[in-house]
């Protein structure tokens, strides 16, 4: 079992900054890759980012590719989504996902995939 827990979240002016974290209890954080979905409301989850187990692997979203960076820290359990360039349609509630995956180099996309999730964090971009 993991437990996740985002941090970060808030308000933010149209191209500003924001730094998401996702803390994931447990020993084993390193068998998981890592992903961020993001919800509009009314919308589906929508994939933004994932990285692998060893962190040498990561996808974006079209949507973010040039904008989002995420990265991991097995040592500290923890990944994070560093956001630049926002944009007021980048509003939203972002989780962290865990993906139990065998391969260490693997990324996946699609929310199923996905066995752990956390609470969720609110963004919000102000144009």
């Known amino acids: 079992q993991v437990q996740l827990v985002e941090s970060g979240g808030g308000l933010v002016q149209a191209g500003g900054s924001l730094r998401l974290s996702c803390a994931a209890s447990g020993r084993t954080f390193s068998s998981y890759a890592m992903g961020w979905f993001r919800q509009f409301p009314g919308k589906e989850r929508e994939f933004v980012a994932a990285?692998?187990?060893?962190?040498?692997?990561?996808y974006y979203a079209d949507s973010v590719k040039g904008r989002f960076t995420i990265s991991r820290d097995n040592a500290k359990n923890t990944v994070y989504l560093q956001m630049n360039s926002l944009k007021s349609e980048d509003t939203a509630v972002y989780y962290c996902?865990?993906?139990?995956?065998?391969?260490?180099?693997?990324?996946?996309?699609?929310?199923?995939?996905?066995?752990?999730w956390g609470q969720g964090t609110q963004v919000s971009v102000s144009s």
């Open positions: 990285i692998s187990r060893s962190g040498t692997a990561t």
């Open positions: 996902a865990a993906d139990l995956i065998l391969l260490t180099t693997s990324v996946r996309s699609r929310p199923n995939e996905y066995d752990y």
